[in-house]
């Protein structure tokens, strides 16, 4: 087991820890939100015909460059209709967005350049249509065969639409884990009773929950085991047998009732990493029971939700097989400091300059069970443990708590 | 009815007409993702005691500057026990993290700079406690009756944990709408049939649907109506009478098969507007059914999930009272240029440099129907009309797909 990491150490343990869970076929329509596992090429071309992007009439263009301006309506191309035939040049055919080009028309006018006549239509004089004008044409934004969408994509609006277009009616994507959140500590009370003076509401459960749910996992169960050994071990085993992961909170740190590190060893989960060199969150503790992922998160709210965007996210992400984010990075709006030799997670809220700058506005919290300074933050940022000023203007990567 | 409006105008319509949903109290484990409609205040004073943040012991600091290092073990405090009363200066009590002080004791020493002696325990020689360290002192985060959250905002992980911790087990929230998607075109096939020559894939219902999934709206219902006034008319009425919402894609153009603005004023629709200058989406109709919206999109995919992004979603989320999110600008990495006078939506990918700036890659589609060309990009600027030409480094707002 390795400990006392560094953020960087820490995350790379974990994600080259956590398993790759199979994939499965879905129906398309439940698939939203699920992570993408097959590459999905175009069924066909792209678009499949030549398709008109406006209504109006289609005509051959040398009609009118030879000075036509009047024509007989000879058919209608409506939308989802084979594509009919001009008898020649000369002729117009009503047509609608979308509708596949009649064979012999090569240009498009629209309907706000035209007039009806006496049993035709007729153009204004004053237009110029260019040759092949408003038809999209077939192939020309792909061939059927190329590469649309690659694997490990989070499906939503634009994926859905392309898996939708090109008939992929069962998607193989990555399996929505369950997820088992047990809390523990006896100072913690749920919202049906009345906290006594020394003792706290239980939050950290529908917290974890409510992010897990913004992040697309949605089979978390979430509970409360007592600070007893036994009591714990019985809770986690339960746990275990219904779950693919599992994610305590508290009872990690060095006290003599934090009892969830030899819990698990003893259960046979096999520990792989106990406290990282950061702030806060130092005593994480990280192991694989069998081929599920254990995370013990430290019990203080603050600690719980940082290391959870931090670490058990992004593993999750990495067993659905998704392509990990690209890091991002802000600009602090006023100095900051912080002196211990650890990597600081200091809660942000974020904006952007009319200047295209990412601002990152720091909202200290007194201790790191302050998260009422959490409200209004929108994620936090990540400061190296080798520094302890960092000046307004410097810059950090950050996360954000939704994205 | 407005036509022609610029986006600027078009989008202030749409929120000044849009109804505000009545709250509803809501069980706080199933409001993950809704809009709070209530502020909420510290149940009470935050932490509520005088709480230990290490695992250690509680002394009494005069003991330790008047050079006692060794101290008899009196008690022991655990988290959610009540706080017990050192006898007197010179005693310790072993205590945890999250537990109440004991009365009499005003700092704590943590574990690891002590030594178990025969019968009590010593402190490291060299280790200098401050008074009152590792103390969250009652109150320090906030007062009992302090602001916490306001409502509008939309029920994260740090929203809930505020919630939970605060005993707050039925929350005024919005509803969660429902929304009936209706796509029409003629053309369209569904994913159970081969596409003939000239027809292609609905794509639209399921890629809205999951879009509005991202963005916390579980309640969609899709369905396709055909090109006839009628049948048209017949569908709509039915998704009328389930939904909150409407949302059409196509048929809203001026042409001869083009039914959705004629069959919704007959049916009673409030035309509102029609018409914005913009691309795409340049046809967007939008009126009101009773107290019900009701969007009529351009039918083709790059149209409809641009207008439902930046129209749609911002208008169900006022209609949930839903503070508005700030504007996001971003600096394009290449040169793009635009002569038509329309506001023109580009879809772009999203990057931040090292420096904090955020970065609008341009990838520009070959037509409104191109939406292969969405699958790399994160959302879209939003270029204004009275420009055409845009050089690398110009900054521009954007929108995310997902945010």
């Known amino acids: ?203 950290n459960g529908p917290a974890m929950s409510a992010l897990l749910k913004r992040h697309g996992f949605g089979r978390v169960a979430a509970m409360h085991a007592p600070d007893d050994p036994e009591a714990l071990a019985e809770r986690i085993r339960e746990a275990l047998s219904e779950s693919d992961a599992m994610v305590l909170s508290g009872g990690v740190s060095k006290g003599a009732r934090d009892f969830v590190p030899g819990v698990l060893t003893e259960m046979g989960t096999r520990p792989a990493l106990h406290r990282v060199r950061q702030r806060p969150g130092f005593p994480l503790w990280f192991g694989m029971h069998g081929e599920k992922p254990v995370f013990g998160l430290p019990g203080n709210p603050v600690s719980s939700l940082v290391c959870l965007r931090r670490y058990v996210i992004p593993a999750l992400g990495k067993a659905q097989g998704a392509r990990p984010a690209t890091a991002a990075y802000a600009t602090f709006t006023k100095a900051v400091t912080f002196k211990p030799a650890l990597t600081w997670f200091l809660p942000v809220r974020l904006s952007t300059s009319n200047e295209g700058q990412l601002l990152a506005q720091p909202r200290q919290t007194n201790t790191s069970g302050d998260f009422a300074s959490l409200a209004q933050t929108d994620g936090f940022a990540q400061l190296p443990a080798n520094r302890s000023h960092f000046p307004a203007g410097a810059t950090a990567r950050i996360f954000r708590w939704n994205g």
Chains 1, 2 share one sequence.
């Open 1 to 203: 087991m390795q400990t006392e990491l560094s953020v960087a150490q820490a995350e790379r343990l974990i994600l080259q820890t956590v398993p790759i869970w199979p994939a499965e076929p879905l129906a398309l329509d439940a698939a939203a939100g699920r992570v993408l596992r097959q590459n999905v090429l175009a069924e066909r071309d792209l678009p499949p015909y030549d398709r008109a992007t406006m209504d109006g009439i289609a005509i051959v263009w040398r009609s009118w460059s030879s000075g036509q301006r009047e024509f007989p309506l000879e058919g209608v191309q409506s939308a989802g209709q084979a594509p009919g035939a001009l008898s020649g040049a000369g002729v117009a055919w009503r047509i609608a967005t979308g509708a596949a080009i009649p064979e012999g028309a090569d240009t498009v006018v629209p309907v706000e350049r035209l007039v009806e006549t006496n049993g035709g239509i007729r153009m204004d004089d004053a237009y110029r249509p260019k040759r092949g004008q408003f038809i999209h044409r077939q192939a020309s934004d792909r061939r059927a065969g190329a590469l649309l969408l690659k694997e490990g994509q989070r499906i939503g609006g634009v994926e859905m639409a392309l898996l939708s277009a090109n008939g992929v009616a069962r998607p193989r994507v990555a399996p929505d884990p369950r997820i088992a959140l047990v809390s523990t500590g006896d100072e913690l009370v749920g919202l049906d009773s009345r906290p006594e003076g020394w003792q706290v509401r239980s939050s």
